[in-house]
Each structure stands twice: as structure tokens, then as C-alpha cells.
């Protein structure tokens, strides 16, 4: 028997009898003997609907208030699969976040959890019921509203309380059947992932692959909190991502690189002509920071002889570009750069793998296959198990295609890694 | 300034715009100097489409489930009213029937108000924000789950928390503009009330006047808290419900009724041919109420002499006649009676005033009202200041007529009462 928290996505629980058939799955959970928690998003398109509501009401909604609105949506989809389960003969019980203990910050709308306090829903587990609990939500410490957690981050609450009750793994259930070599969508040969490390999925998770939310992977790996990524549309097992130390040891020694990601929703900025002296791109930087805008991926060329100056590019969100560039046109006359450059017609491209800590050439091999496609390089930048490029938006298929096959991950495929000085 | 309680109803916020109206409303009565606490119901048709869901899922959806499910209507909608304020500039916070401090029962799906513990809206409101509500709704005492109590009793919300927070006074928004003497759509000459007691309110209520719930006018009856009746969609005033020695005088004097209520949704029993023994009434009253079932008027004939059995007929839910007619069915043989006939092609027209207590005659002046339009009167019953008769159901409107205007309530009509031996 094993303590298991499940967690269903909103294409999950659509309609009254995607709801009825998550009940059925949760009873055979149930039913094989083990201790189920649920955590639920809101019905399909139910948050969106409330956000047009909420603007409709006000151009720019009271967070504390849009936070109100927006919880019910789970409670909604939470009440009704606890009858669902009912309507089957099960014990269910449905909780708000706030009841189930997810004690988090006061900053509504992208709150943090500070900590679970999951008496009641243990209590109501131990007595023999399927406990689901309204994701995405939690009340503040200091002064008891409820909040949210971000969009997405039901994913989160889902491992949080795992966690914080001793779960022994925790699925989240999606319309995709685990986590992908690539987007099949751009490649039809790319692969479903067996396993797949805490590193690796959080490089991927940054770098544009959806299937599980940021935060989430972060809290899995610090909590060392084993994630099941599987369809809720059939029986097939799924991703798991764990512990590398947990991982089966011939997945591992045999790829090296373990996916390719991609990311369309970034926009490249150059600042041309910089004054190459101390303290520069620091003032920068910090007019970013202030426009609280996260700044992805930085490139400073060497400076020109002739004046004495450079350019530094930068990715960024595409939402946040006009506002990065009233930043930098502020502290232009103070800063004495010459322009400000804006390309959101760039995309991400980037191979993950642990496997390439112990593999030289990985950076040849994926030049060389971007190379073989005729796609130029406008940026790169690099981790320990990763390394990414902008390149053209309109050349962000070939790229991901290119690098999926150079990396022999396509069905069927074989790596041909160039051997080389290493990256 | 005076502490306030505002109670809207869902026609009153069924849309943004009708949302944003009430915001201005509000806004006017705090810029006015008053402290104001808003109690709200869920948007339009909300409840109704959140019960379709649920019996989509679940025939028979499980009551606290139900509760969960039902409640997020008027959070949804107290959320928005806070935005829309905020967007005026006001601060205003939503709460919830459990942050507010609404303790009840854990009879769910018609709970009952324990206590109210309201210090955090309190704190919120002399801190000068405008609180709002979301009405219809608690956490119950033991196992501080969400709770309902029943539906329209967003009234009985507002009137218990007027209480709570030692309001000045309770304003009832709806769609219409007051009490009115007679329903207007039968009676195109009926007046509204500007100020009724308690106890005619009760009457009205019990009666089958809509527009206060029955629980919300004993709540305001046993806490003197003066309630005032009036639409969300004109300033004009409307009734005030109040105690009567707080009334005019003028009016009491002058008015012997002060309206005329009818009710189309009873039905009739008449249990035929039983045996005039003592302890039969109880065994037949006892398997009613065994069937939850409440009854409202009882008519017990005399005896026949031949056979010593006698006809009891009582007035029920019509909603309840199937369910009353199976529970007498089975105690038949213990019993003993000859037949039961059921009847719900009828109505009950009601008499209600304080004034009658000091006005002998009133009955004839009733009676002979109908007998002039042609009515056959049913069943009889009368309280101290109420008379109601059940007639055929396609004989309410012309009895209503009859007695609105044998009265003097019609606009500019005078009242004939018989000089009598009191009724």
C-alpha cells in the first residue's frame, strides 16, 4: 500500500463526465489499496472565463479580490468529483487549499508556499476517505486571505503536499501520455522519456517545455519528492522524474542528451554602443530588475577597439519588452549607449542531458547539425546539462528537428557525436 | 453616520454592468458618512446552473459536497463587487460566510446561524474599508466545513449580521420597490407599504408574499433589527420592517389590513371517514412529520353522528403531496379511515393586519367580498391578525381583487367594513 498524491489538470476534468471518469480512476487507486489524495485545477476553460468576468468588472482587478474569484474554480471541480466519488460508493471529502493547510506568503497572485499544515486532510485520509484538495490556492500567514499560486501551480500544490504528507510519489495526470525527447508536434519521431532527472526536467521546464510547471520541479527536487508525468486518457505509465541517484542506471549511460527544448515566447534586446567601463552594465541590469523583468540569457561582445565600446543583447518574456525598453530609454542619457534594439521574431532552441557532463563534443555535434540545416546562431548560452541558442523564429522547427535527430533520439535513431576538445 | 448592512439579491449583480451599478450605489451610501457592510447573493442563474452541474455528475449529489459547490456563487460575485469598488477608488475586501465569522448547524443544504463572530470584518470596517459578504453561506460549528442555509436566505445573512454588528439598519435590495399591499400583477391598484410591523411581515411571508424570506423577518423580529425593503434600480424608498411600537402611528390607525397574500403552492388532503377517537389526529399529524413534511392549515369537521367518524383536511407543500399521501396510505389499515382525496388545484388568500385586532368585522368583511365575486371559501383558518381562506386555484386572482378592494387599499379606494359581533 502506498500514500499517493494524483493530480488532474483542467483538460481533465472538462465536463461532467471527465469528472465521472477521473472518479473511476481514483476509485481503482483507491481500491488497489492505497491512501489517495487529489489535487484539482479548475474545469477546462473555468479561469479564463473568470479573468474576462474580472475585466469586465475593472481594468485592472484588486489582486487580493482576483484571487477570491479565481479559487472558486477549484473548489468548483474539487466538490464535484468528491460527488462524483460519492455518486460510486467511495468516502471523499473536498478541501479548499486554505482547509487543507497550504499556508503560503501574502503576495496574491503568485504566492509562495511557506507551509503545510495538513491535519485535517490526514485525519480525514487515515479515517479511510479519498481527500481532494482545490489546487493553486492557499491562505496567507499574516492575514488569512486566501491566495493563488501562480497559473499552473497546481502542479506545485500537488508536490507540496506530497511532501508535507509523506506521499510516497505523486502523478500528475495531463492530456499527454509523459514528458518527450521533443515537441511530437514539431517532430514526429521524438520519443516518450521513461525517467528523467530533477536537473534535467527543470532545464527542460525553463527552456519551454510545458508539460510540467517550473516551480513544481523545483520543490520535487529540493523535497526529493519522486513525479509521475502520465495521461489521464489511458493506462500507459508515463515520465517519471527523480532523484539521478534513484534513476535506472541504463537510460542513463546511454543518452546523452535527453531532450530538446523549445521556447517561442522570448524576445532579444541589444544595447548598442555601451561605454565598456565598470559599473555599466551593472546600471543596466539593475533598471531591469527594477521593472521587475526576468532576463534569461546575456551576451556581452568584446569591445571595439576603435571607441572603446560593446553591445550586450539579452533575452527576456515578450510580454515584458515594451516596458525593458522604457526602462533602458530612462537611463539612456545617464548611460550614454548609443541604441536600443527589439527582436521578438527569435526562438529558443536548447539540448538537455545530463549526459553531456561526460560526453565532449555535444556543442560540435549540435553546431554542426544547426549548420547542416542552414540556421544561423544568434545567441548561445550554457549550464552544466544544457545548452541553448536563439536562432530565427521561423527556423525554430528545423532547428529542434535537426538537433533531435543529430542526438540519435529520434525512433529508431543513433547518435553520431563528434569527438572533439569537448564544448 | 450610521452602520449599515446592504443586501443585494442576484438580479441585482446578474452582470458586470449591473455589478458596477451596485458599486456606485454602495460608494454613494459610504461617501455619505455611513459605514457599510454589503451582503450579496450569487449572479443571476448561477446557483441554479451550479445544481445542473452537480446533477450531472451526481443524481443525488452529497450534501456537504453540494454546499462546497454552491457556495463559490456568492464568492464569486462578492469578489467582483470588490473589484468594481476598488476600480472606483473605495477599499473594499470580500469575505467569505466562514471569514466573517457566520457559525451554523452542520445541516447542510439548510443549516441554521449558531452565532456570528464577526471581529475581522469589524476590524476591516473600522479601518474604513467597505466589507462585503458572500451571502447564504457559514462553516459549521463542529467540523468546520462550508455550509448553506438553504436557498434566498442571503436575507437571513444580512439581518444576523446587522445583529451581530449592531447595525443601525438592514436594506434588503431586490427588483422590486417595496411590500406591497396585494402582488401588483393582480392587483393593478396595489399600494406600496412604507412601513409594516414584525408580525404582518411574518404573516406576508408565511403566507406567500416572495419577497422576504420567512427566516430573515423572525430573525429581525427577535433581534429588533429594523430591515428596509427597496429596488436596487431606483432611489426611491421603499418598506420598512420594524417593530411596532417603532412604527407611525398614522398608518396603524388608519389601516384595519395592510395586505392581501396568496399562495398557489399548497395542495389539499382531506383524510375521509375517520374514526372520532382520541389519539386518531395525532397517529395521522405523527406519520406526517415522521415524512419531514409541514403542514399549514388543519380542518377538522364535525362528526358525523350516523357513524361517529368525521373528514380531517390539512394543506401541505404541493411539492410534499406524493410523499404525505404514501406515508398515510401505509398507516390506513392501523388506522382505519375510509379514503384519502388530494387536491392541488387550490390556493389560500390571505388577510394580514394589526389593525384587525381592534377592528370587529373584518371576517364578514372578508367573507362577503368573496361571496360577492362568486367564491366558494374551502378551508378557514385564522391567526391574530391574519385570515386566510382556500379557494379554487383559478379563483385567487378575483378573491385577492375582492378583498384588496373591499379594504379601501386600492390607490385612492375606501374601505366598507361591516359593523359586526367582531369575526
Same mark, same amino acid.
Given at each position: 500500500?502506498?500514500?499517493?498524491?494524483?493530480?488532474?489538470?483542467?483538460?481533465?476534468?472538462?465536463?461532467?463526465?471527465?469528472?465521472?471518469?477521473?472518479?473511476?480512476?481514483?476509485?481503482?487507486?483507491?481500491?488497489?489499496?492505497?491512501?489517495?489524495?487529489?489535487?484539482?485545477?479548475?474545469?477546462?476553460?473555468?479561469? $479564463?472565463?473568470?479573468?474576462?468576468?474580472?475585466?469586465?468588472?475593472?481594468?485592472?482587478?484588486?489582486?487580493?479580490?482576483?484571487?477570491?474569484?479565481?479559487?472558486?474554480?477549484?473548489?468548483?471541480?474539487?466538490?464535484?468529483?468528491?460527488?462524483?466519488?460519492?455518486?460510486?460508493?467511495?468516502?471523499?471529502?473536498?478541501?479548499?487549499?486554505?482547509?487543507?493547510?497550504?499556508?503560503?506568503?501574502?503576495?496574491?497572485?503568485?504566492?509562495?508556499?511557506?507551509?503545510?499544515?495538513?491535519?485535517?486532510?490526514?485525519?480525514?485520509?487515515?479515517?479511510?476517505?479519498?481527500?481532494?484538495?482545490?489546487?493553486?490556492?492557499?491562505?496567507?500567514?499574516?492575514?488569512?486571505?486566501?491566495?493563488?499560486?501562480?497559473?499552473?501551480?497546481?502542479?506545485?500544490?500537488?508536490?507540496?503536499?506530497?511532501?508535507?504528507?509523506?506521499? $510516497?510519489?505523486?502523478?500528475?495526470?495531463?492530456?499527454?501520455?509523459?514528458?518527450?525527447?521533443?515537441?511530437?508536434?514539431?517532430?514526429?519521431?521524438?520519443?516518450?522519456?521513461?525517467?528523467?532527472?530533477?536537473?534535467?526536467?527543470?532545464?527542460?521546464?525553463?527552456?519551454?517545455?510545458?508539460?510540467?510547471?517550473?516551480?513544481?520541479?523545483?520543490?520535487?527536487?529540493?523535497?526529493?519528492?519522486?513525479?509521475?508525468?502520465?495521461?489521464?486518457?489511458?493506462?500507459?505509465?508515463?515520465?517519471?522524474?527523480?532523484?539521478?541517484?534513484?534513476?535506472?542506471?541504463?537510460?542513463?549511460?546511454?543518452?546523452?542528451?535527453?531532450?530538446?527544448?523549445?521556447?517561442?515566447?522570448?524576445?532579444?534586446?541589444?544595447?548598442?554602443?555601451?561605454?565598456?567601463?565598470?559599473?555599466?552594465?551593472?546600471?543596466?541590469?539593475?533598471?531591469?530588475?527594477?521593472?521587475?523583468?526576468?532576463?534569461?540569457?546575456?551576451?556581452?561582445?568584446?569591445?571595439?577597439?576603435?571607441?572603446?565600446?560593446?553591445?550586450?543583447?539579452?533575452?527576456?518574456?515578450?510580454?515584458?519588452?515594451?516596458?525593458?525598453?522604457?526602462?533602458?530609454?530612462?537611463?539612456?542619457?545617464?548611460?550614454?549607449?548609443?541604441?536600443?534594439?527589439?527582436?521578438?521574431?527569435?526562438?529558443?532552441?536548447?539540448?538537455?542531458?545530463?549526459?553531456?557532463?561526460?560526453?565532449?563534443?555535444?556543442?560540435?555535434?549540435?553546431?554542426?547539425?544547426?549548420?547542416?540545416?542552414?540556421?544561423?546562431?544568434?545567441?548561445?548560452?550554457?549550464?552544466?546539462?544544457?545548452?541553448?541558442?536563439?536562432?530565427?523564429?521561423?527556423?525554430?522547427?528545423?532547428?529542434?528537428?535537426?538537433?533531435?535527430?543529430?542526438?540519435?533520439? $529520434?525512433?529508431?535513431?543513433?547518435?553520431?557525436?563528434?569527438?572533439?576538445?569537448?564544448?
Amino acid at each position: 500500500m502506498a500514500r499517493i498524491v494524483m493530480k488532474f489538470g483542467g483538460s481533465s476534468v472538462a465536463d461532467a463526465e471527465s469528472i465521472k471518469r477521473v472518479a473511476r480512476r481514483v476509485l481503482r487507486a483507491k481500491q488497489d489499496g492505497h491512501e489517495v489524495v487529489i489535487v484539482i485545477s479548475a474545469m477546462g476553460d473555468t479561469t $479564463d472565463e473568470l479573468m474576462d468576468l474580472a475585466l469586465q468588472v475593472s481594468p485592472q482587478p484588486a489582486p487580493r479580490e482576483l484571487d477570491m474569484l479565481l479559487t472558486t474554480g477549484e473548489r468548483q471541480s474539487a466538490a464535484l468529483l468528491a460527488m462524483a466519488l460519492a455518486d460510486l460508493g467511495a468516502e471523499a471529502r473536498s478541501y479548499t487549499g486554505s482547509q487543507a493547510g497550504v499556508i503560503t506568503t501574502s503576495s496574491h497572485g503568485n504566492a509562495r508556499i511557506i507551509d503545510i499544515t495538513p491535519g485535517r486532510i490526514v485525519s480525514a485520509l487515515t479515517e479511510g476517505n479519498i481527500v481532494i484538495v482545490a489546487g493553486f490556492q492557499g491562505v496567507s500567514q499574516d492575514t488569512k486571505d486566501v491566495t493563488t499560486l501562480g497559473r499552473g501551480a497546481s502542479d506545485t500544490t500537488a508536490v507540496a503536499l506530497a511532501d508535507a504528507m509523506d506521499a $510516497d510519489y505523486c502523478e500528475i495526470y495531463s492530456d499527454v501520455d509523459g514528458v518527450f525527447t521533443a515537441d511530437p508536434r514539431i517532430v514526429p519521431g521524438a520519443r516518450r522519456i521513461p525517467e528523467i532527472s530533477y536537473e534535467e526536467m527543470l532545464e527542460m521546464a525553463a527552456n519551454g517545455a510545458k508539460i510540467l510547471h517550473l516551480r513544481c520541479v523545483e520543490y520535487a527536487r529540493r523535497e526529493n519528492v519522486p513525479v509521475h508525468v502520465r495521461s489521464s486518457f489511458s493506462d500507459k505509465p508515463g515520465t517519471w522524474v527523480k532523484d539521478i541517484n534513484d534513476m535506472e542506471g541504463t537510460a542513463m549511460e546511454e543518452a546523452i542528451i535527453s531532450g530538446v527544448a523549445h521556447d517561442r515566447g522570448e524576445a532579444k534586446i541589444t544595447v548598442v554602443g555601451v561605454p565598456d567601463r565598470v559599473g555599466v552594465a551593472s546600471k543596466i541590469f539593475l533598471a531591469i530588475a527594477e521593472a521587475e523583468i526576468n532576463v534569461d540569457m546575456i551576451v556581452q561582445n568584446v569591445s571595439h577597439v576603435s571607441d572603446n565600446r560593446t553591445d550586450i543583447s539579452f533575452t527576456l518574456p515578450m510580454s515584458d519588452g515594451r516596458k525593458a525598453i522604457e526602462s533602458l530609454r530612462a537611463i539612456q542619457p545617464e548611460v550614454d549607449f548609443e541604441d536600443v534594439l527589439y527582436d521578438d521574431q527569435v526562438g529558443k532552441v536548447s539540448v538537455i542531458g545530463v549526459g553531456m557532463r561526460s560526453h565532449p563534443g555535444v556543442t560540435a555535434t549540435f553546431f554542426n547539425a544547426l549548420a547542416q540545416a542552414g540556421i544561423n546562431i544568434g545567441m548561445i548560452s550554457t549550464s552544466e546539462i544544457r545548452i541553448s541558442v536563439v536562432v530565427s523564429a521561423d527556423q525554430v522547427d528545423d532547428a529542434v528537428r535537426a538537433a533531435h535527430s543529430a542526438f540519435g533520439l $529520434d525512433a529508431e535513431g543513433e547518435a553520431v557525436v563528434y569527438a572533439g576538445t569537448g564544448r
